[in-house]
Each structure stands twice: as structure tokens, then as C-alpha cells.
């Protein structure tokens, strides 16, 4: 999914010092009946709180508060129950059939049955979905006839998809092939059930009055780019577990200010997922708050996305040579200043291989960075375009300081190591996200984080069946090689295939890696049950305040 951001703005060292010097009290309503408040900051309004149209980290933030799916992961990365209170596979590993607990029930009081859980999977997969169609569809195409149904192909209905509720309790699916990490997709949003209501109200999701959902927290206050207040749903079945009042996420895109408000006891977390924190001041507060700073891996990307549609991006040789003339460990070392990582693949530490760190099986040496090797494939590349130079080079990237200094460092080499002139240029998160999609850019900032812990997160991202393959980049030996994997539950050939897919996507630089990700983040002392999974995003529901 579309994620990672923190800020790096250059401070004084005056204000640096006044900031680490201002108490740090949380302000808790740990002592009232009420219980206590959580506060984070998402730095921009969620594009989409529906779970059929979430494809970033900051609506998937407030979501998996408000929604909850068959299954759920624990701290370990481990699938427990959640809404099914059990499950049987068949001996095939085809087919599912879920058992959906008597105490489910919708925060309007209403019962979550089978049917919800069908009705929001068809209605993601539907070609015809309002007010657009669903990025993530091809999640669901492992379910029998849901690729058909969703590419309205052959006349196949709704109806043919093979997910069927057999009664209000019974939810039973047919897939294609055995999915080793079926249960681990059952906690991921797009397979997240949705209340009847929506049928009649395509803008539920935008209105606070209209918002029922089924998770351990439910819609209280939305201030439209300013704040939103998500409250304990008192009619979820495991009520007695969210200790949390409330959850307030604030809206603040400026690193310096999110510091501050954490510092002053505005916010109780700041930084990644979805917040900034200055990363100059890295060194500072690990020295001085050694017990909230806190820096941990994550199973993500940060790249460059190229236009593979538009000249001379359509160009191989274009797109590798500006792939090997940056320093991505420069880029780690003088900008980013988070403990990450180089990158050289799509697929990072992390995610599961067939016996081990899949990494580890496969390591990233699809290329190295080769300044004189760059220099000649530029001007192979333009000469095959027919140009005697290459045109200024436009990177776009959403508001975000970190995304700023990232992409000036980059126009810095390729301005010394390739001649090449670069021009930056920022946009709000919503519109850049809607033209990254409708392919209205030349060069953009991605991010990718785990959906389910399997390399094919990562691998299906860029087959041409995906909605949020952004590159234009559309290969049928990429799509055989996916196919392949999706076909099998034999761990070796699975992971031999979507290795060979990964260094063909890299190899022809559809897309540019740069780094995977660290989570840099502050929590502040008392918080507990909070935590940042493997993947890298937060996991709020089953936090509390503790008082010392």
C-alpha cells in the first residue's frame, strides 16, 4: 500500500533546544470512566475512509480503527479470529468456509452476518463501482471468477464470483488455487465487509451520520482538513479489550509543528506511518528522550515511479541510467538519517522466503549504480529517441519535506553525474494520488508497504492486472510468471517465479527503488499495547494508558 512519510526541514538550533526542553505530560483521560485518549497526527485528509476505495496508509490508518475483517494480526504478525470466530479449509486448500461469531454487530447496533462480508466483496470487484473503481480489486481475483467478474468478461456475473453466504453465519469461498497467505489477506481492507446501507448512499463514507462500521472504534467527529475523533464502539463483540476512549488524528503537514505538539503534550505519537518528525533532530532526541525515539525496520519501499507511457520514459535504457547514477546510500546517510536501507529490488527485509527472510534467499543484486555505464545508456537511449539531449527531467511528489529533500538530492546528481536538468514540484496527497493514477506525470515518488507477509505483495503490484500499477508498465512474461506463482502452493517454485519477475521489473527500471524504509517514531511514556507491525504501520486498537 501507498505509505511512509516524515518530514526533514532544517531548524535552528535554538528552537531545537527550546522544543526537547518543553515537558512532555501527555494529557490523559486515564483516570475517568471514560478511559484515556490516544492522539497522532496523519499530516493530510484521508482521500477515502471506504474500505473498497482505501489505497494509501493514511485513509488505511483511520480504517483499520473503524472496520474490522474475518481475521485480524496480533503484534507477532500472526493471524488470530476476528470477526470469524473460526474457519475450515478444505484438503485442496481451495476452499474456505468462515463461521462468523453471534456477537458481531455493525456500531448502529445492527448484526455483521455473511452477507456483508459477500455484498462488500462483490461490490469492490464491481467494474461499475461509484465514485470509482476499486484499486485493490485485484486482491479478491484469487477467489473463483472474480478477475472475470471484475473485467466484465464472458457475461460472468456477481452472482458466479465464489464467495457465498450460506446463511447469516456461514461464509464460504472458492479460490482459484491454494493461498498459503489467504487468512493473512482476510485482515486487509478491501476484504473488510461493508453495512447495506451503502447501497442506497454512494458518499456513506464521507459524512460522519452515514459511517456505521464494525471495528473496535467507530466515526465521532470529522473536521475536514483539520482533525478526526474516532470513538469506542460499545456494540463491537470484544468491547471489553479497547481500552481507548478515543482515538484524534490531527491534520498537520509540517514536521516542526507535529515535534512540537508532541512536545507540548498535543499528541501523545508522532512520526511514521503517517506523521514527520524533523530527522535532523534524530541525534538530539535519542539522546535526550532515549525512551519514546524509537527506530525500527519496516517491510517497505520508497522509489521512483517512471512513466513508461510517455517519451522519452518509454525509452529502457533512459530509465536505467537514471536508476544507476544516484547514490542511494548517500541518500541514506545525508538525507534520510533513519537507518535505512539501499535498495536494489522491489521486495524488502523482512518478508517471508520459503524457509527464511525471503530477502536473505534472493538478495538484491539486479544492478548495480555505475556513473560511466549511465552516461553511455543515456545517450544510446536519446539517440534511439532521436534527441541530442534529454529534456528536463519533472519529479513530482506529495507535500512532504522528507519527499522535498529526497527529490532535490536526486535532481543534484543527476545534474553532476548526466548533465541532466530537474525540475521538482509538490502536490496535495488527493491530487497527487489522482495523477499518479490516470498516468498524468513523468517521474513520481512511490512507497509500497506489505498488505500480507509474501513476497507477492510486492511482485503482483506491477502486473498488468493491478489498479495500482501507476507505471504503465504492462509485460506477459511478468504476467506468466505471476500466474505462476498464483497457481501453486509449492514454496520453492513460488518464490523461484517471483523472483525472476521481480529482476525483470527491475531490470527494465519500470521502476526506480532508492531505499527501504525504517519507522522512525515517538510514543510517549504510559502507552501500552501500541505498536508498529512488520510491515510498518500502526496498530492502535488494543492500546491503553497506563499511569505510573
Known amino acids: ?12 538550533v535554538l528552537l531545537a533546544l527550546a522544543l526537547v526542553a518543553v515537558g512532555c505530560t501527555p494529557k490523559q483521560e486515564s483516570g475517568s470512566s471514560e478511559g484515556s485518549v490516544f492522539r497522532m497526527n496523519l ?37 488470530e479470529p476476528a470477526v470469524a470466530k473460526e474457519w475450515k479449509i478444505s484438503d485442496d486448500g481451495k476452499t474456505y468456509t468462515f463461521t462468523i461469531r453471534d456477537d458481531a454487530k455493525w456500531s448502529n447496533g ?63 469461498v472458492e479460490l482459484n488455487s491454494p493461498t498459503p497467505y489467504f487468512l493473512g489477506l482476510m485482515s486487509f481492507t478491501v476484504f473488510y465487509p461493508v453495512h447495506k446501507s451503502v447501497k442506497e448512499n454512494e458518499q456513506w463514507a464521507t459524512d460522519v451520520s452515514t459511517l456505521v462500521s464494525n471495528g473496535p472504534f467507530k466515526m465521532s467527529e470529522w473536521k475536514k482538513n483539520n482533525s478526526i475523533t474516532i470513538a469506542k464502539n460499545d456494540n463491537y463483540y470484544a468491547k471489553d479489550d479497547i481500552k481507548l476512549s478515543k482515538v484524534v488524528f490531527s491534520e498537520v503537514n509540517d514536521s516542526n509543528t507535529e515535534l512540537s505538539m508532541y512536545q507540548t503534550g498535543e499528541l501523545d505519537y508522532a512520526g511514521m506511518p503517517t506523521g514527520l518528525i524533523p530527522n535532523e533532530q534524530f541525534p538530539t532526541l535519542k539522546q535526550n528522550n532515549p525512551d519514546e525515539f ?7 519501499i520508497y522509489y521512483y515511479l517512471f512513466n513508461t507511457t510517455q517519451k522519452p520514459y ?38 517471508k522466503g520459503e524457509k527464511e527472510d525471503y530477502r536473505t534467499e534472493h538478495p538484491d543484486n539486479y544492478f548495480k549504480e555505475d556513473v560511466e555505464e549511465a552516461k553511455k545508456l543515456l545517450a544510446e537511449g536519446l539517440k534511439e529517441e532521436g ?8 519529479v513530482t511528489y506529495n507535500t512532504n519535506e522528507l519527499h522535498q529533500a529526497v527529490a532535490e538530492a536526486i535532481a543534484e546528481m543527476w545534474s553532476k553525474n548526466l548533465g541532466i536538468k530537474t525540475e521538482v514540484s509538490k502536490q496535495e496527497w488527493g491530487v497527487f494520488l489522482d495523477n499518479r493514477n490516470h498516468l498524468n506525470y513523468d517521474v513520481a515518488r512511490g512507497g509500497w508497504g506489505a498488505d500480507y507477509d509474501d513476497p507477492m505483495t510486492f511482485i503482483d ?18 504476467d506468466a510468471l505471476i500466474k505462476e506463482a498464483y497457481s501453486t502452493d509449492d514454496q520453492a517454485k513460488r518464490m523461484e517465479a517471483m523472483s525472476k519477475a521481480e529482476s525483470l521489473v527491475v531490470g527494465t527500471r519500470a521502476i526506480m527503488p532508492i531505499y527501504y524504509y525504517s519507522t522512525v517514531y515517538m510514543i510517549k511514556p504510559g502507552f501500552k499495547g501500541i505498536f508498529i507491525d512488520y510491515k510498518g504501520d500502526i496498530d492502535y486498537n488494543r492500546g491503553y494508558y497506563e499511569a505510573k
Open 387 to 394: 534527441l541530442t539531449a534529454m529534456p528536463t527531467v519533472k
Open 110 to 172: 445492527d448484526p455483521v452476518t455473511a452477507g456483508d462480508f459477500e455484498y462488500a466483496w462483490k461490490r469492490a470487484l464491481d467494474p461499475n463501482l461509484k465514485p470509482a473503481a476499486s484499486a485493490y480489486a485485484y486482491q479478491l481475483y484469487y477467489i473463483k471468477n472474480a478477475e472475470a467478474y471484475n473485467t466484465a468478461a464472458d457475461g460472468v456475473t456477481a452472482d458466479d464470483v465464489g464467495v457465498k453466504a450460506v446463511d447469516d453465519h456461514t461464509l464460504q
Open 43 to 79: 499530516a493530510t485528509e484521508p482521500p477515502s475512509l471506504d474500505p473498497a476505495q482505501v489505497q494509501d496508509q493514511v485513509s488505511a490508518t483511520v480504517v483499520n480503527g473503524l472496520f474490522e475483517g474475518l481475521t485480524r494480526k496480533n503484534e507477532k504478525g500472526e493471524v
Open 461 to 478: 503490484l506491477f502486473s498488468s492486472k493491478s489498479g495500482n500499477n501507476n507505471t504503465g508498465f504492462a509485460n506477459k512474461e511478468y
Open 314 to 351: 518509454d525509452n529502457e535504457k533512459i530509465r536505467q541510467a537514471l536508476s544507476m547514477a544516484i547514490s542511494r546510500q548517500d541518500i541514506v546517510d545525508n538525507v534520510t538519517k533513519g537507518e535505512q536501507k539501499p535498495a536494489y529490488g522491489i521486495v524488502p527485509p523482512g518478508i
Open 1 to 12: 500500500m501507498s505509505k511512509k512519510k516524515y518530514g526533514f526541514t532544517m531548524i535552528s
Open 294 to 300: 524509537k527506530i525500527q525496520g519496516s517491510a517497505s
